[in-house]
């Protein structure tokens, strides 16, 4: 079962259904036990980095999603879901993430308009397993006003334009992240979560 984590923010409602299309049982909750437990998990969200951060301690939540992250259980964070990963943001001041990627995110510079919202064309160089079949260039859906700026050259890692270049998609082992929203990104999105949804039942064995 996928655990998909509630902590008031994000489409929860979608991604459910996006699983459910690719045949995947998933769990919305904010049940520590139960993401604990979890055999995946997805991290979705939108919304203030410091009001997430604050709302997953509030909920006994950093704790197991450290567990579940640096056990190596199949992971997906989507949009907030993604950023909370790095190591801070500098959204209305400093202030600390889940630290699992060394990095920084950032607004997007002065003159372009925010948020970033709409499609935009995601680029990859194959050696990401969540873009299996899906074309380099392909569109996906984004609205947010920061970007994350990697400090980590060991990701595998899809790129998107806007203003600056920065990394759409990253992966390493079991732990994929997404800045776009696949569960609104019609045909590859899907895909996406399709791919997702493989490579956890693949981790059955």
């Known amino acids: 079962m996928i655990a998909i984590v509630d902590y008031g923010r994000g489409n929860l409602g979608s991604v459910e259904k996006a ?41 006994a939540l950093l704790a197991p999603l450290r567990r579940v992250l640096e056990g190596g259980r199949p992971f997906l964070g989507i949009c907030l879901g993604y950023q ?3 190591s801070e943001s500098e959204e209305f001041g400093q202030g600390k993430g889940l630290d ?36 380099s260039g392909a569109y996906f859906y984004f609205v947010h006003s920061y970007y994350p ?7 595998g890692v899809a790129t998107c334009t806007y203003g600056v270049s920065f990394p759409a ?20 999105g899907l895909r996406l979560i399709e791919n997702f949804a493989a490579f956890v039942k693949g981790q059955r064995g």
């Open 169 to 188: 998609a990253i992966g390493r082992g079991n732990l994929f992240a997404t800045q776009f929203h696949p569960e609104k990104s019609q045909r590859w």
């Open 100 to 135: 699992l990627i060394p990095g920084v995110v950032r607004r997007f510079p002065k003159g372009l308009k925010v948020p970033h919202m709409g499609w935009n064309r995601v680029h990859h160089a194959g050696d990401l397993a969540i873009f299996d079949g899906i074309p």
């Open 19 to 59: 699983l459910a299309r690719v045949g995947m049982e998933a769990l919305v909750t904010e049940d520590p036990r139960v993401v604990e437990d979890a055999e995946a998990v997805v991290l979705p969200g939108d919304g203030a980095f410091h009001d997430a951060m604050a709302s997953l301690e509030r909920l």
């Open 149 to 155: 700026e990697l400090l980590d050259g060991t990701l």
């Open 84 to 86: 909370l990963l790095f």
